[in-house]
């Protein structure tokens, strides 16, 4: 699962590279958001761990099916590392914002729900 998910963020950096142009756009994003990075990232690493072993014991133990089991269980992973990711962001900068209850809404959505699409 580790390697996964390794793989999955170099793949992420590449491709940061490769469509800006420039190694530099990459390294202001780690700069800007090291925090907000890093939280997530050892969200998924964590996830991954205890997602990863409750998968070998449905997959070896309860013969379930692996193929659904390894989605439905990534799945949960990625939401584990966007969740934990955006509360950063929101405990930093969300809750600055929030003075009404409409502001409260739109620090919600913009924390929360535009990181799954």
């Known amino acids: ?9 170099i793949t992420a950096g590449i491709l940061i590279v490769i469509s ?6 990459l390294l202001g994003l780690l700069s800007d958001w090291a925090l907000n990075l890093g939280v997530g990232i050892l ?3 964590v996830a991954g761990h205890y997602m990863g072993k409750k998968m070998e014991f449905l997959i070896n133990q309860k013969k379930c099916n692996s193929v659904l089991i390894g989605i ?8 584990f590392g966007i969740f934990f990711g955006s509360t950063v962001g929101f ?5 600055e914002s929030v003075g009404a209850r409409e502001e409260l809404k739109y620090s919600i959505v913009n924390y929360y729900l535009k990181p799954l699409y």
Request: no cysteine; charged share 10%.
């Open 1 to 9: 699962m580790y390697f996964g998910i390794t793989i999955s963020i």
């Open 20 to 25: 800006s142009g420039k190694f530099n756009v």
């Open 43 to 45: 969200a998924l690493y």
């Open 72 to 79: 439905i269980r990534s799945f949960i992973i990625f939401l």
């Open 91 to 95: 405990l930093q900068e969300g809750i």
